[in-house]
């Protein structure tokens, strides 16, 4: 799994930025400013399209909670998994406590 735009979390974390975005699946995750937008994302196997056309889930991420936005190739389930993949890597550990939602609903990670 390959994380690309870790070091947008410094911003974050320390409050330089209120959000970020983010684009992913189980091949990785892109982290990127709340300026840019998420179809113009993209990395070797990620790809987040308009009209649930893409592989990857788009979200936007604080402080302490991931708001993950619904996409009809994603069950429930196949979210939490990668989810708790993605907060299991070292670069993203400082999510970890972060709320999680899919579609407004707390997903259990």
């Given at each position: 799994m390959h994380i690309i735009g870790a070091q947008h979390l410094e911003a974050?974390?320390?409050?330089?930025?209120?959000?970020?975005?983010?684009?992913?699946?189980?091949?990785?995750?892109?982290?990127f400013p709340s300026s840019r937008q998420h179809r113009e994302m993209k990395s070797d196997g990620i790809s987040y399209e308009d009209n649930y056309a893409g592989n990857a889930l788009a979200a936007m991420v604080r402080r302490d909670a991931i708001e993950?936005?619904?996409?009809?190739?994603?069950?429930?389930?196949?979210?939490?998994?990668?989810?708790?993949?993605?907060?299991?890597?070292?670069?993203?550990?400082?999510?970890?406590?972060?709320?999680?939602t899919y579609q407004g609903r707390v997903m259990a990670i």
């Amino acid at each position: 799994m390959h994380i690309i735009g870790a070091q947008h979390l410094e911003a974050l974390l320390s409050g330089t930025v209120h959000d970020l975005k983010l684009v992913f699946n189980a091949q990785g995750a892109i982290l990127f400013p709340s300026s840019r937008q998420h179809r113009e994302m993209k990395s070797d196997g990620i790809s987040y399209e308009d009209n649930y056309a893409g592989n990857a889930l788009a979200a936007m991420v604080r402080r302490d909670a991931i708001e993950i936005r619904y996409h009809k190739q994603f069950s429930d389930a196949t979210v939490a998994s990668i989810v708790g993949l993605l907060l299991s890597q070292p670069q993203l550990e400082p999510l970890k406590g972060a709320a999680v939602t899919y579609q407004g609903r707390v997903m259990a990670i």
